[in-house]
């Protein structure tokens, strides 16, 4: 079982296979979306970006996204790419897990994906998105806010 999420702004066309996820996006139960609140932005990259990692949603607060799942191990791989003229700084919790630290995420459209596995016990994974402490940006070339492109779940079969 995989499913890839594509997050984006609510004019642009998911990636083929992929779920669209917007910043309107609020999590149902037994679905999947936003817990948080707004305020994410949208952001569109140039077309020489593939589909999946031209656009993405950022915020300089905390994000926290939810998918229901049933229990298991789970491989996610994470996909960010600065779309504007500025690198960022992602931080990014997995079920309470620190996943990803202190992630530099460079403004010349690298794509960076990051694989972390993780346990679901209580059929949610709950992924929490957010960037440094620090929320006033003094240097331009360092954005103050977290970037996401989109994430693949895979469920890890025991063999």
Known sequence: MSIKFDLQGSDSEPADGCQLVTKEHRY???G???????????????EEID?????????TQDG?????????????????CSVDSGKHKVYLIANN???IKKLIVPSDKTVIKRVYVVK???????????????????????????IWNGFMVEKITNQ
Do not use: A, M
Not at 64 to 80: A, H, Q
């Open 120 to 146: 679901v016990t209580d059929r949610e994974l709950t992924q929490v998105i957010y960037t440094s402490k620090e929320r006033v940006q003094r240097n331009p070339s360092t954005h103050n806010h977290w």
């Open 51 to 59: 589909s999946l990692h031209r656009d993405c949603i950022s915020s």
């Open 28 to 30: 149902t139960r037994g």
């Open 97 to 99: 897990q620190k996943v």
């Open 32 to 46: 999947f979306g936003w817990v948080t609140q707004p305020p994410h932005t949208e952001f569109s990259g140039e």
């Open 64 to 80: 926290v996204f939810r998918l229901n799942l049933p229990n298991g191990d789970y491989r996610i791989t994470s996909y960010f």
